[in-house]
């Protein structure tokens, strides 16, 4: 399939006249001298030892944005994945001569899905410098640059083709045309030689309307387009991580836990763009101000973007607040009871979620629990919101934890009869129970919604 895009940008130099031939012929030469702003990533995935296939390699691509500090972007980062889940990642450089490099897996942003990792050995890089005020005019010709995963060599290749939309759903996504671009997280540049963007693989959505309300649905495989993400939608996140690489960026939010489309059924109808505010959280920074079905309809005196969809219109609107630096007063326009007020609200930063908890896999039971999040207390069930312990999160079948009946979503609050609040008192009992008297069943104390059980996990026979 990538060697494909070389075909496709061969095509388009031949068939051109003269002069476009000599004017594409020096672009693709001139991406194909910068290759050295990539490098090919790969790395394990370690995951539930009960599993069928407790780990997996993978491979995927790599961009240099800070030579001085070994640091790089990607998008080849599982999501979800953990810096604990992550084994002998490397970092190699294009062409037959190229060195792999040790590194480590810094943190994924949760706005962008871009991921970060730093180079641990020096190496013969390039840090790409992006342009954020290009034009990105339909018709503009493009060129991206890549690497053959699957080639031991590591052989940069690059592609040609023509931008023919550029959409903003809410963010903006350019789709090319006439060509094909090269594999996901690719560097793209116009033909002033200056990079614009990134490639990325986005599958077509669109909207329909059911009985449900309006749905997005997604596009057959067949009709995945060729896109970039152009570089004005992560810049600010690449000149936050070179200032404070160790850091993850935290997100803002006002305590709102989620906002809704308006809905044309009837029901909460507007004349104008806007988004229907959702659970607000008592201790939240709203909550003074902030009504569940409060209408906004400007965010610091603007009015919300106008799309296609009143979906996009919600997405756009959640986009500008997490982008938002936590601390940052803003000012809200909302409609209730029929009356329009202004009302102020100080970002926070957003709670901590499920996905930045340590975790731990009990192979020998076949469970993996999570210390509780921030947000735990918000998102579950009232009787188990303030409840000390660990999270069930997976429970693998036909394992001792699945014929003692543990599920998803309990908080183990004891073992063998001892208190745990914290993994590494939870992860100290656990062993010490399976390998000071192996064979014996472990005794977990569970809470599941308003009820308290004991639950007897038997290790299998030889374990």
Known sequence: M????????????????????????QLMTAAAGKANVLAQISYEYVRDASQPVPSQKYTAQAICIDKEKGLFMTYGIVAGM????????????????????????????????????????P????????NTKADLKIGAKVVSVGMFEDDPAHSPYVSVGYISSVMQIPGKIVLVASGMLTNDGSPVMNEAGEFIGVTMSQFLRYQVRTNQGVQEMALDSKAMGHFFRPAGE???????VKATPNKPRVLSWIGVLNFREVDDSGVIKADVPAVVVGRVVADGPAAAVLKEN??????????????????????AFALKLIRMAPGQPVKLTIRRDGKQSDVQVVTAAQPQDDSQTPQFIVTQLGFRVRERAELDKYLMPKEMAQVPGLVVIQVGPNTSADRANLRGGDIITSVNNEPVTKMAEFKSKVTTALTKNPGSAVVVGIQRVDEKKDLLLQPPVGQ
């Open 2 to 25: 990538k060697r494909m895009g070389m075909v496709a940008a061969a095509m388009v130099f031949m068939c051109g006249p003269v002069a476009a031939q000599d004017a594409t012929s």
């Open 82 to 121: 953990r810096s604990s889940e992550i084994n002998d990642l490397r970092l190699s450089s294009p062409g037959d001569s190229g060195a792999t490099l040790k590194a480590e897996f810094l943190w994924t942003d949760r706005e962008t899905n871009i991921s970060f990792l730093r180079a641990t050995e």
């Open 123 to 130: 190496g013969d890089f390039i840090a790409v410098g992006f």
């Open 234 to 240: 992560f810049t600010h996140v690449l000149d936050y």
């Open 294 to 315: 409060d209408l906004i309809v400007a965010i610091n005196g603007q009015g919300l973007e106008k799309f296609s969809s009143p979906v996009l219109t919600r997405n």
